[in-house]
Each structure stands twice: as C-alpha cells, then as structure tokens.
C-alpha cells in the first residue's frame, strides 16, 4: 500500500493513536532507543516487541553522546552525528518520531536527547511518543517481533543550530545578565544535598531555579507519560519570562534534555537552550561558582576543601 505523501505532526509530543494512524506513510521513521535507563530493555527486547516497522538505536550505546576531556554526555561532533543518522536509513525528507522505553521519568529524557539532538542539527520533523513503548503496548497497539533487518543507509546532512546549544562560557554570560537558568534535577541536587559522581563539586549554578525533570510525568498502567497541564502548572510557578532567553542543565545534559523539551517545545518558551556539559562541565574549574542551600555562594575549589 503507498504511503502517503507526508505525515503531518500535530506537535512535539504525539500520542501512539495518532502513531499508529500513521505508519503506513512512507516519509515516516518511528526510532525506538529503548536502553537500560529504567530497565528499559536493548536491542533484544527490541526483536522481542516493538512497534512495526520501527528501527532500533540504542541510546546509551550507539552514539548519541561522548565524553570528551573528561566531561560526560557531550554532544559528538557534527559528522559523526550525520553518520549514525545516515546509518539508520534517516535522511532530511523523513519525519521521525523518537520512542523511548516509556518505562520511567529518567527514561523520558532518552527521547527528550534524541529529539533535541535532531533540532539541534537542523531537523524539525521530529517528535516524541508520549508514553514510549511501554505506553505503546498498555494501550493494545499493534506490535511486532522477530529478528530486524538492518535499514538501508542514506545520506543525512546537518545544519548546527548554536542557539540550542549552550557554552560554558555563554552560561557565564547568562549569570551576568541575570537571565534563567533552569536546573532539571531533582531537589535534593539543586540544593547540594546530593552530589553526581559526574561532578567534582554538589550544588548548582547561582541563579538557577528547578524545575524537576520528573516533576510532571505521571505513571498509568505501567507506562510513563508527561501531562502538559502539570508542566505548565510547574513553569507558572517559576514565573519564567516565555520571551526571554532561559538555560536548561543538569549533571550531564541528559535530565536537562527533558527540561529543555518541557520548557520548549511543550512549555512554549521561544528562546531555550541546553547546556550539554551541565554541572560535569561546570565544576571543572575550581574558580566557578556554586550555590549551595547550606552554604550560599561559594566556589568549586572550597566546595572541595
């Protein structure tokens, strides 16, 4: 049967009956990244069940991010990002809708990433499953198994969209003129009472409010979905400007990814970018601030005195 000539997104953030109206059309790539953040599975749980005619790319695996100079999560260079795209059959026509495990709030950001990532390059016809696979499943839609093919390569070519991408030395910038940061984590991270092992040094960059990353996905029939109407509620409460210029981060730019997507693309802020290095980045240097709750103010050096 033809596809047709073009699937249409409704929005960043698609719900599986409006997937599953459109998986006859031709220009469509469902990319399931399912990995083990929440348990959500690998490439053999893909095999196992999975939405049809789905590829499979394993987040934490294939590619997506990299350490670099000891800082983990980073976004690879622009080529190596073309290939891995190009390698999954993924060209500039296509529209790609990026499905996660569904299987928890953490593994909510591993769509969120990919998605950003496929902004950040240039491509816009890109969308998150609301709920993932396991939300896919729960609601009785169609799946299929058996061992997957390799897609066919095709040519990919970004274009680097720099304001989705922000800098350190841009966040330094951010401090000086007062513009928000919007830190991801969860509280007990924000105020410095736990530290990730990605970072040398506990707290967050003054400034910043948080705005959980988990804080309004909600958990039916065993699949993870984000309610737009508690985002919002939760951006209200922060009191963000929606036209100003607002940075999201986190540890490592993952838990950041789902908040750059909460405040951006769900959210309706206009001028959002993230900080990929995120606090694994920021507490290389011992001069920078931090706060901390307990403490206030302080730099990286005595937060490790």
Not at 138 to 148: K, L, R
Not at 178 to 186: F, Y
């Amino acid at each position: 049967m033809a596809g047709h000539a073009h699937a249409q997104l409704p929005s960043p953030l698609v719900d599986a009956e409006w997937l599953s109206d459109q998986l006859d059309n031709d220009d469509l790539v469902v990319l399931d990244v399912r990995s083990s953040i929440d348990n959500g599975g690998d490439r053999a749980s893909f095999e196992e069940a999975r939405i049809p005619g789905s590829r499979y790319s394993n987040y934490t695996d294939a590619g997506w991010r990299e350490s670099r100079d000891g800082v983990a999560g980073l976004m690879p260079d622009i080529e190596a990002l073309e290939t891995l795209i190009g390698e999954l059959g993924i060209d500039n026509d296509d529209t790609v809708v990026v499905v996660s495990a569904g299987t928890g709030a953490t593994d909510f950001g591993s769509a969120a990433r990919v998605y950003w990532t496929f902004k950040a390059l240039g491509h816009d016809e890109v969308a998150v499953l609301n709920g993932g696979f396991a939300g896919w499943q729960a609601q009785n839609f169609e799946v299929a198994s058996g061992t997957h093919d390799a897609p066919e390569a095709t040519t990919f070519e970004a274009s680097l969209q720099e304001a989705l991408l922000a800098t350190t030395e841009e966040v330094e910038a951010a401090i000086e003129a007062g513009e928000a940061l919007v830190d991801a984590r969860p509280e007990d991270f924000y105020t410095g009472k736990t530290q990730s092992p990605a970072a040398r040094a506990p707290g967050t960059i003054p400034g910043a409010v948080n705005l959980p990353h988990h804080a309004a996905l909600i958990e039916r029939d065993g699949a993870y979905y984000l309610d737009p109407a508690r985002l919002m509620a939760n951006i209200e409460a922060l009191g963000l400007d929606p036209e100003a210029p607002t940075v999201a981060f986190c540890n490592t730019g993952h838990w950041a990814a789902s908040g750059w997507f909460q405040l951006s693309e769900v959210g309706g802020l206009e001028q959002v970018a993230m900080y990929d290095g995120s606090m694994a980045e920021w507490t290389q240097d011992d001069a920078r601030p931090l706060q901390l709750a307990e403490r206030g103010t302080i730099t990286v050096g005595e937060a490790l005195d």
